[in-house]
């Protein structure tokens, strides 16, 4: 008998469980998304890697996956990110040479608030390659 239960209510149990997964995650990332395209970082940055820039170059800026990448298991990295992304970065110091065409990125203050630079930069680095 007890098999038998359990096997006709699994199923149904992951469906629920996919359903309720997909609900918690979309919201968020479609408001980040949101927030990124009004706050105008998507001219220069995609969310997945490969994608190419104006006249075929390399992206402007790095994907955002590839950032989750490239700062997993930092401890300070959102902070650090968070006041590059405020402050804009420094042409003399670039972190994505020869991967990007962009030289540096602009201070983005005028166009995003902390909180929000900081949310974004949490959801940023949220990207990697584990994730849907
Ligand atoms: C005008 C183009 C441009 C815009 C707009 C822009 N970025 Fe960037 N971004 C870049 C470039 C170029 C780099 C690479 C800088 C480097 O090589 O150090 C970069 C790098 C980054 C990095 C990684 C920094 C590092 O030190 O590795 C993050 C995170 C980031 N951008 C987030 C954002 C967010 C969030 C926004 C919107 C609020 C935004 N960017 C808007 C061009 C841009």
């Known amino acids: 008998m007890k098999p038998v239960a359990v096997r006709s209510f699994s199923p149904a149990l992951g469906a629920l469980w996919l359903v309720a997964a997909q609900a918690m995650a979309a919201p968020d990332d479609a408001a980040m998304l949101k ?27 790095p ?14 990295a959102e902070k650090q990110l968070t006041a590059t992304v405020l ?28 909180p929000d630079a900081r949310r974004l930069v949490q959801w940023i680095l949220n990207r990697d390659a584990n994730r849907p």
């Open 63 to 76: 994907a955002w996956r590839d950032v989750a990448v490239k700062y997993k298991g930092q401890s300070g």
């Open 87 to 114: 402050a804009g970065s420094n042409p003399y110091d670039s972190h994505w040479k020869g991967k990007v065409s962009g030289l540096a990125m602009p201070p983005n203050r005028v166009a995003i608030s902390e």
């Open 35 to 61: 927030l990124a395209t009004g706050s105008g970082c998507m001219t220069c940055h995609h969310v997945e890697p490969g994608a190419k820039g104006p006249d075929g170059l390399p992206p402007i800026g």
